[in-house]
């Protein structure tokens, strides 16, 4: 399953775990980076020192590559830009913004830096810029969203760029990462998938949520925010959707979902907390290790690849 990507980041499967706010943290990064995918600390809005801490103890678990994913939309961006430099982290990532102010002191420290993106405009930008790869990532993802679907925007990206695209949103087995490359994709990055695993920290609440989530339980809040986040429907997207008619402020609403992810996976409310999962959840139905999960999607995508010459 080897692609230019995989080789260019020197991991065995072009297979990215997504950089999920809280949930991304050194355990579960180092486990799929030794499973040979790239994990990815998520710095979400969290300081500076505590990004750096993980690092290195991740460092600790595995000498395998491993990214982090910066988060533009933090208070502590600039300050987490400059910790990846310090610490000799490997990869880049970003989201919910235009990294393009960190671009240079990234490549002047060899960093192969892929922005997440969620429109061809974006990509072509990020590639004019410098950017090594690209992620497109579809709203069926969780979290904060755009508004293409995976099945249109990665074909239009991979037509608009000549780096590599890999796909995001909606992808939680080999099915979706042969459909993913089909349509020009080089790589993969996953989120709900790797919340369940056994490495992965999350309250457990949280991933029987994922667990016995069904197709349609997926809401998107602050559309009128113009903060759209898609999460597990609960108390709180009802909660949001109730206050969103009544006209409430930017900030009561901003602190529903935002304030409440820590709720959510550290203390298990996933009554009032923000579930964030993709609206894969409802294929999502086993536990496993991020090891026994990777050799699945990459035994699942090498069947799938080796019958595409046949209809049947
Ligand atoms: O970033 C994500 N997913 C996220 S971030 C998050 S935590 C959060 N905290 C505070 C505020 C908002 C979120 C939970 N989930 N995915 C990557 C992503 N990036 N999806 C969409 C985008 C995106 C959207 C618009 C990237 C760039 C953009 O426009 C940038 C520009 O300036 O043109």
């Known amino acids: 399953m080897q692609t230019e990507l995989s080789r260019s980041l020197g991991i065995t499967y072009p297979i ?13 990064a180092a486990a799929v980076s030794e499973a040979g995918g790239l994990g990815l600390i998520g710095a979400a809005n969290a300081p500076a020192d505590w990004v750096r801490e993980q690092i290195r103890e991740a460092k600790k678990l595995t000498e395998k590559p491993f990214g982090v994913n910066i988060m533009l939309m933090s208070p502590h961006a600039d300050e987490v830009a400059k ?3 310090e610490e000799g982290v490997k990869v880049v990532t970003t989201g919910a913004g235009n ?10 420290a060899k960093i192969k830096v892929i922005p997440v993106v969620a429109s061809v405009a974006l990509a072509k930008r990020m590639e004019r810029s410098g950017a ?17 679907t995976t099945m249109t925007l990665v074909p239009q990206v991979a037509d608009a760029v000549q780096i590599p695209v890999i796909a995001a949103g909606g992808i939680a087995d080999g099915r979706g990462i042969a459909a993913a490359l089909m349509l020009g994709a080089k790589g993969v990055q996953m989120g709900t998938c790797f919340v ?4 992965s920290q999350v309250h457990d609440n949280y991933k029987e949520r994922i667990l016995k989530a069904k197709d349609i339980d997926t809401k998107v809040t602050g559309r009128s925010t113009g903060h759209p986040i898609r999460t597990l429907r609960n108390e709180m997207t009802k909660k949001y959707m109730e206050l969103e008619m009544q006209g409430a402020s930017f900030e009561e609403l901003e602190y529903l979902t935002l304030g409440g992810l820590r709720k959510a996976v550290v ?8 579930v964030m999962a993709g609206q894969i959840a409802g294929m999502v139905r086993e536990r496993m290790s991020c090891q ?3 050799q699945k999607l990459v035994r699942e995508t090498d069947a799938l690849m080796k019958g595409v010459a046949s209809y049947e």
Request: glycine residues 14%.
């Open 292 to 294: 026994d999960l990777i």
């Open 196 to 199: 369940v695993t056994d490495e």
């Open 83 to 85: 910790v990846v430099v």
């Open 267 to 274: 203390d298990g409310d996933v009554k009032n907390g923000s």
């Open 132 to 148: 090594d790869a690209v992620v497109a990532e579809g709203c069926e993802s969780g979290g904060h969203i755009g508004e293409s």
């Open 99 to 108: 990294p393009e102010k960190y671009m240079e002191q990234w490549k002047d």
């Open 16 to 28: 990215i775990q997504g950089g999920m706010a809280w949930v991304a943290e050194h355990h579960l």
